[in-house]
């Protein structure tokens, strides 16, 4: 099978677009990570009651992970000062755009987070606001 030179083209052309749109975020590295974080903490505490965001590191500093919590709750009306005794999630996105729910979340009840692979932050917020959603009317 013979490929034109004009097809041949327009495939680079859309593998670099697509290279090119995952490049705006993802891999996380040490120039974009701090960016991103505050991104992320600025919409979670739009979004819930209660929130946390925090840079993790254990990969190497070139391989960094945004890991966040959020309750659905108020901190005031957390059972004993606790997070664990309120309606709380704890995320982790890892530096290739993986974003999964790690612990919380009534699982049993249907609120759940399957891992998942996010394009950017704005993909990412909007499954986080339908998983926000659910937990809000259980």
Not at 4 to 28: G, H, S, Y
Not at 34 to 51: D, N, R
Not at 72 to 91: T, V
Request: glycine content about 6%.
């Amino acid at each position: 099978m013979k490929i034109t030179e004009r097809k041949l083209n327009q495939i680079i052309k859309e593998e670099m677009d697509n290279v090119i749109k995952t490049k705006e975020v993802f891999p996380l590295d040490e120039s974009n990570v701090q960016e991103i974080k505050e991104e992320l903490k600025t919409a979670l505490q739009a979004m819930v009651p209660w929130s946390s965001v925090g840079i993790s590191n254990l990969g190497g500093k070139h391989r960094p992970s945004i890991m966040f919590n959020i309750s659905l709750d108020p901190k005031e009306e957390w059972s004993n000062g606790i997070y664990q005794n309120s309606r709380f999630a704890q995320f982790s996105l890892s530096y290739d755009g993986r974003a999964e729910c790690f612990a919380g979340g009534e699982r049993r009840k249907g609120w759940k987070f399957r891992s998942t692979k996010v394009k950017n932050v704005q993909d990412l917020l909007r499954k986080l606001q339908v998983f926000v959603d659910i937990g809000k009317e259980i």
